[in-house]
């Protein structure tokens, strides 16, 4: 059995004008292109009340670093009272939405992931002592490398999000 360790989890909310299309274009690309990780989508869903929604994403991002190590980030959007709006940029009118979203994220680090050392009782014994002993400061640098990743993550988004609001 794979032993998970979570290594960062954090949120940040922000509530103001924002496409959420146009956002989750951005968040899907910048997770491809600058932590290449699988992205699988595990949820969608979709509230609509009055001119209201409320939209609900989940992603689990996956990654093998070594045979022995992967890195899987969990994502979670929620969109509450998103609205469609109209605003004027540069002379001309543009629709996109205004409410609040929450993106929260969770960095694990998954060790023995293939399950190679739980065949039997010695070969867990070894790897106890192949992780304290022989590889301690790569998972150090491992648990930095994914705390980073996903604070990067969440400093890109909030960073983009300011920048839409003051368009």
């Given at each position: ?15 103001g004008i924002f496409s959420f299309q146009n956002f989750y274009k951005f968040c ?140």
């Amino acid at each position: 059995m794979a032993e998970k360790e979570t290594i960062f989890s954090s949120k940040m909310k922000y509530k103001g004008i924002f496409s959420f299309q146009n956002f989750y274009k951005f968040c899907y690309n910048w997770v491809i292109d600058e932590l290449d990780l699988d992205i699988n989508e595990d949820k969608y869903k979709e509230t609509i009340t009055g001119d209201s929604k409320e939209i609900e994403v989940k992603w689990t991002g996956k990654k093998d670093v070594t045979d022995f190590f992967q890195v899987k980030i969990e994502f979670a959007f929620i969109a509450r009272a998103l609205t469609q709006i109209e605003i004027m940029q540069d002379n001309t009118k543009v629709k996109t939405n205004k409410g609040i979203i929450e993106v929260k994220i969770k960095g694990i680090l998954v060790s023995d992931y293939k399950g190679k050392f739980e065949l039997s009782a010695f070969k867990k014994f070894l790897r106890g002592i192949y992780e304290k002993w022989v590889i301690s400061s790569r998972i150090d640098q491992l648990k930095t490398k994914l705390a980073n990743d996903c604070d990067d993550f969440l400093s890109q988004a909030k960073a983009y999000l300011d920048l839409e609001g003051k368009r």
